[in-house]
T-cell receptor
């Protein structure tokens, strides 16, 4: 089936600490894993993505890791800042004929306490 | 602005009424998607257009939901005989190439919040 699970559902950290969000997916053929950040009243915005030929990718304070064998992937945010507070969604692709359908996890609400 | 534009931003209607939600994608983006987001949930796929045609409508929940994209740009999501369970934020996204493939990043609009009383 097409399913992405995400944990935790809520996460609260002190400013400057790290935050980690973990996801699992069900389709072993998935090969594209984007992460989106959604602020209140806004649409989701891509913050980083990773493809299955890479195990890790980093962009400043954000890093993603992928374990294809275990079908796990994670988002790591270091040196968190209050503006990192938002809902974060992991997603995975489902291979179709002409495109890869992107399906989303249920989200993690991150609060960074100043 | 150059982003995905959705109208209306808010729509309140009564059970049984007909509703249309409009999406104006980023200029030049051939791929367009509708997702539905219920409170506290992730976006749920509804339909994907490549150009004018619906390449994948497997996410539409039932035949009360229909979407068109007649000229390969603006899309309209149509909901007939609305029910209270249709209340959600309807998100539109576009991408320069099919999602999941190279260059297929989804760019989302801010959504249309539908409330069915």
């Amino acid at each position: 089936g097409e399913n992405v699970e995400q944990h935790p559902s809520t996460l609260s950290v002190q400013e400057g600490d790290s935050a980690v969000i973990k996801c699992t997916y069900s389709d072993s053929a998935s090969n594209y894993f984007p992460w989106y950040k959604q602020e209140l009243g806004k649409g989701p915005q891509l913050i980083i993505d990773i493809r299955s030929n890479v195990g890790e990718k980093k962009d400043q304070r954000i890093a993603v890791t992928l374990n294809k064998t275990a079908k796990h992937f994670s988002l790591h945010i270091t040196e968190t800042q209050p503006e990192d507070s938002a809902v974060y969604f992991c997603a995975a692709s489902i291979r179709k004929t002409s495109y890869d359908k992107v399906i989303f996890g249920p989200g993690t609400s991150l609060s960074v306490i100043p | 602005g150059a982003g995905v534009s959705q109208t209306p931003s808010n729509k309140v209607t009564e059970k049984g009424k007909y509703v249309e939600l409009r999406c104006d994608p980023i200029s030049g983006h051939t791929a367009l998607y509708w997702y539905r987001q219920s409170l506290g949930q992730g976006p749920e796929f509804l339909i994907y257009f490549q150009g004018t045609g619906a390449a994948d409508d497997s996410g539409l929940p039932n035949d009360r939901f229909f979407a068109v994209r007649p000229e390969g740009s603006v899309s309209t999501l149509k909901i007939q005989r609305t029910e209270r369970g249709d209340s959600a934020v309807y998100l539109c996204a576009s991408s320069p190439s099919p999602s999941g493939r190279d260059g297929g990043e989804l760019f989302f609009g801010e959504g249309s919040r539908l409330t069915v009383l």
